[in-house]
């Protein structure tokens, strides 16, 4: 269930507002007047959301490409693919 608070909380309950969007790590909305006006969220739920984002459109960016051409690659070419080149990057690191 969604937390939702005037956004006055926002200034007289502020600790109390950090308090649940770190526990919860789930947005709470504010409201001015009634009507939806800013969103608050702790940094780990931010970052949680940009990475979920990220995924979906490489997902979907993965399928166009998946839809337009004919080149598929086995379990194994990727990952010897991937190996290969984690081996090159830890040489390449010492």
Not at 59 to 64: H, P, Q
Request: proline share 3%; net charge negative; no cysteine.
């Amino acid at each position: 269930m969604p937390h939702i608070r005037p956004v006055s909380d926002l200034r007289n309950n502020f600790a109390d507002i950090s308090k649940t969007v770190h526990e919860t790590l789930e947005p709470i909305f504010l409201t001015k007047n009634g009507y939806g006006d800013m969103v608050v969220m702790s940094i780990e739920a931010y970052e949680r959301k940009l990475f979920e984002s990220e995924i979906y459109f490489k997902l979907k960016e993965s399928e166009l490409e998946a839809k337009f051409t004919d080149k598929r690659y086995s379990h194994d070419e990727v990952f010897s693919g991937l190996r290969s080149r984690l081996a090159n990057k830890a040489k390449d690191n010492v």
